[in-house]
């Protein structure tokens, strides 16, 4: 298999569009409720957790899959493997953005099929950025933060390892396009009015906060420490 042919490839998983398929099953067009936004987070708020679980599940494995299989495919002589890796998952993240099977219109935000491609090329860093996430949406209540926060953490912690790598490189500009992504987000954070997930009212407890810190403290010291 070319290298074309994989970036293809792994382009159509990626554009597999999970959250509208769940949508067309349950006879809604998720484009017109909640966020709009073909994404786990609008199938958690409008159909529900379980049906948002496995979306989200399934948006992770179409980025984790071509990192982990595709470039077996390609003659290592075009390039290393760990760089055609990363190419199959930035195609994996670029379909679910923009999938082919609904003609390149808008799909999710690419943070979970992200999650997976990094999940696959880097499982320690990324399980303890997840794990920040998880936090912060715990802390506050708002997906978007906890996204957010997850995308700066995990390229800080792939420098820390490695340094100015191809990865650190990829995942920072790919940190930079979950915010672009999230910018309808950031100017509604600012104005106080975001969606929460779950509770609508109420402010969380500032001890999650803490942990949220004291967690991102562990990661660094887990990755520092020799390996």
């Not at 399980?127 to 995990?154: H, K, P």
Request: charged share 15%; with cysteine; net charge positive.
């Amino acid at each position: 298999m070319s290298l074309f042919l994989a970036l293809v490839a792994a382009y159509a998983l990626g554009s597999i569009p999970a959250a509208y398929i769940a949508g067309e099953w349950k006879g809604i067009d998720l484009r017109k409720h909640g966020s709009g936004n073909l994404g786990a987070t609008n199938v958690f708020r409008v159909l529900g957790p379980r049906i948002g679980s496995a979306v989200f599940g399934f948006d992770m494995l179409k980025g984790a899959i071509p990192v982990l299989y595709f470039w077996r495919f390609v003659d290592p002589s075009i390039a290393s493997p760990v760089v055609i890796q990363i190419l199959c998952g930035v195609a994996a993240i670029a379909g679910h953005v923009r999938p082919l099977w609904l003609r390149f219109s808008k799909g999710g935000k690419g943070v979970a099929t992200a999650g997976g491609v990094f999940l696959a090329l880097a499982p320690v860093e990324t399980g303890l950025a997840l794990a920040a996430f998880a936090l912060t949406l715990l802390a506050s209540g708002y997906v978007s933060l906890g996204s957010m926060i997850a995308a700066v953490l995990l390229p800080v912690l792939l420098f820390i390892r490695e340094g100015i790598s191809p990865l650190f490189i990829v995942c920072a500009v790919i940190a930079l396009f979950v915010f672009w992504t999230h910018r309808a987000n950031i100017e509604r954070l600012r104005q106080g009015t975001e969606n929460r997930f779950g509770k609508k009212q109420g402010k969380r407890t500032p001890v999650v906060l803490i942990a949220v810190g004291v967690l991102s403290v562990v990661a660094v010291y887990a990755v520092m420490r020799p390996r």
